[in-house]
């Protein structure tokens, strides 16, 4: 399956960016809204392959704005993210044409079982591809596993996000060259927003973290062009 692009409308900003984050770092591309009417038009717009909707959102919740896109299009899988949990709840959610219903607080792992069901082809959770178990890289006098995405020095291990194995990796594929910022958004995020950059130096300085157990290992940062790793 290619990368599966979920359309999330939720008013509590916090809250989506936890969850926008964390969807990100298991390679799902996030298309996030703030309120039921632009969740509509982005759906227009972009036509996800899956929409988890806040029914509780101002201008137009996720309930009216689930039947205004069953109008034209009954297939898109809908999940509806929501603290109200009554039968008559639940009922009205599919009712309007859901196909899941999760109640908050939940667990973004259970949100992304979820939308991997919903898409694939039996209803059923696919088995995921892994890296190829020889892949390794030695970074000065630290070794990285991107398929156990930690890296190693000695007898002390770090473990890393999933974003941050696959950002490593970028940049050991290009050791001592420059990679530019605008390559590692696009190639991990989709897009250069301002949003997704900003979590790019997120990432950078916790992988600096990581690295600094060798002095030599450095991640240079070219003003305005991106980065390199050297060591």
Not at 45 to 60: F, G, H, N, T
Not at 145 to 158: A, H
């Amino acid at each position: 399956m290619n990368k599966i692009r979920v359309l999330l409308a939720e008013d509590e900003l916090a809250l989506a960016h936890i969850v926008r984050e964390s969807l990100e770092e298991s390679n799902i591309e996030v298309i996030l809204c703030a309120n039921g009417e632009q969740a509509l038009q982005k759906y227009q717009s972009s036509k996800p392959d899956i929409m988890a909707l806040d029914v509780m959102m101002p201008k137009m919740d996720g309930f009216q704005v689930a039947k205004k896109i069953r109008e034209t299009d009954k297939l898109t899988p809908i999940i509806f993210l929501t603290a109200r949990s009554q039968p008559k709840d639940v009922v009205a959610g599919f009712e309007f044409g859901a196909n899941d219903y999760l109640k908050k607080p939940f667990s973004v792992e259970e949100l992304i079982i979820r939308i991997k069901v919903l898409l694939s082809s039996n209803r059923l959770l696919d088995t995921p591809k892994q890296k190829p178990e020889n892949e390794n890289y030695q970074i000065g006098s630290i070794n990285f596993t991107p398929l156990k995405n930690t890296v190693r020095q000695g007898i002390n291990t770090w473990q890393l996000t999933n974003r941050e194995s696959d950002i490593l990796k970028l940049l050991c594929k290009n050791q001592h060259e420059i990679i530019p910022r605008k390559l590692l958004l696009d190639e991990l995020w989709g897009d250069d927003s301002f949003f997704n950059a900003r979590s790019l130096d997120v990432f950078i300085n916790k992988l600096r973290g990581h690295l600094k157990a060798d002095p030599n290992v450095q991640i240079i940062t070219i003003r305005t062009v991106g980065y390199r790793l050297v060591w």
